[in-house]
């Protein structure tokens, strides 16, 4: 699975993992710190939401746009893979039909790659200090009233994998081919779809519960519509849907890199 890792001593492979969680838990207060403060400030100029970077608006009829959302979560809610060619092939019909390029929509050069890697860690590391203490104390209460606290679906299979090919198609899978489909939908879609009959905060909040319920664990949907609401404000106050995107797959590897490590420390 990890050949590396697995070949060290037990030592080694102790005093590894103690530098990679010091590592990482050095890097979360200093990139909570760093987000929060440039967040608060566009916050007070009024342009965290609603600046002139936000996305543009889907100009479709409201049968088109109900209809693709109810195919893909129905899919979803059927744990169909084709809704990840529902929302491929969707997304591709609606640029068609309101004339748009993806580039145009979905804001693909609007940041370089060095802003979109940098900034996708910073906010996954600004979003785990608060992820990482609300899930612990969600798991506190679930168990306190005696009600079931399972893991995500997708999460308990790949605990199960031992083959190597396995757990690199499923890391891949996880790391780029979801984060993609994903946020094509509920940032690149929903959010601006829900816009024309609300308020863009109240879009915010709506598409990210509905992301987070279609997970279909309710241990996990709260920090999932945290999760949610974050990935939404990235892209409407960048307007690039590249951010999201980055920042998704950096939660979706690392999990996967902490289910590994665990794995290997077992």
């Known amino acids: 699975m990890t050949p590396s890792l697995v070949t060290l001593s037990d030592a080694a492979r102790a005093n590894l993992l103690i530098a990679i969680y010091v590592t990482f838990w050095i890097f979360v207060p200093v990139s909570f710190a760093c987000v929060c ?4 400030k566009q916050f007070r100029a009024g342009t965290l939401v609603g600046s002139k970077s936000a996305p543009l608006p889907f100009a479709i009829s409201a049968i088109t746009g109900w209809t693709f959302i109810g195919m893909v979560l129905a899919l979803i809610f059927l744990q ?6 529902v929302v491929m092939v969707g997304a591709f019909g609606l640029l068609v039909e309101t004339g748009r390029s ?27 200090l608060v992820e990482a203490p609300l899930t612990e104390a969600l798991t506190w209460l679930f168990n306190e009233v005696h009600l079931p606290s399972p893991e995500q679906e997708s999460v308990e299979s790949f605990r199960k994998i031992d083959r190597p090919s396995k757990i690199l198609e499923f890391v891949i899978v996880a790391a780029f081919i979801s984060p993609v489909i994903e946020e094509l939908f509920f940032r690149g879609f929903l959010i601006t779809f829900l816009k024309k009959y609300t308020s863009t905060w109240a879009a915010l909040v709506l598409s990210a519960g509905v992301f987070a319920f279609v997970h279909l664990n309710i241990g996990a949907a709260l920090p999932l519509w945290f999760l949610g609401m974050a990935l939404g404000l990235a892209y409407e106050h960048t307007g690039s849907l590249l951010l999201p995107i980055g920042i998704h797959a950096c939660w979706n590897l690392v999990t996967a890199l902490a289910i590994m490590l665990e794995k290997v420390h077992s």
């Open 80 to 85: 169909s893979p084709l809704y990840l060619l």
């Open 102 to 128: 993806a580039n145009a929509q979905f804001g693909l050069t609007r940041l370089g790659p060095a802003r979109v890697i940098s900034w996708s860690l910073l906010v996954f590391g600004a979003i785990m």
């Open 37 to 40: 403060n440039y967040a608060l």
